[in-house]
């Protein structure tokens, strides 16, 4: 079994920034992509941002600029630096990654959210 824990969420400013993290722990052989997502008050889950095993990186347009994807391999962990956040960013944010159990086999696993609540 492989679990996802979340840190980092909080209340900020306007124009602050906070620091998301998500580390995995359990039977991991290794992991592919790893991401961030996020469900604000009454609409979809949205992709935030993606990295790949190679650090390639994908970003909502929402986040291009503002935002941070990265990742340590060797620690399992995936982080989001987000700055200059507005109201808009308020939301659950959940991490998500695709882990190899083994060689050939893999899931889809989700943290269970940090809330980011950003004011005005």
């Known amino acids: 079994q492989v679990q996802l824990v979340e840190s980092g969420g909080g209340l900020v400013q306007a124009g602050g920034s906070l620091r998301l993290s998500c580390a995995a722990s359990?039977?991991?052989?290794?992991?592919?992509?790893m991401g961030w997502y996020r469900q604000a008050p009454g609409k979809q889950r949205e992709l935030v941002a993606d990295?790949?095993?190679?650090?390639?990186?994908n970003y909502a347009d929402s986040a291009k600029g503002r935002f941070t994807i990265s990742r340590d391999n060797a620690k399992n962990t995936v982080s989001l630096q987000m700055n200059s956040l507005k109201p808009e960013d308020t939301a659950v944010y959940y991490c998500?990654?695709?882990?190899?159990?083994?060689?050939?086999?893999?899931?889809?696993?989700w943290g269970p959210g940090t809330q980011v609540t950003v004011s005005s």
């Open positions: 990295i790949t095993s190679i650090g390639i990186t």
């Open positions: 359990g039977s991991i052989f290794s992991i592919n992509a």
């Open positions: 998500k990654m695709d882990v190899h159990i083994s060689r050939y086999v893999w899931y889809t696993y």
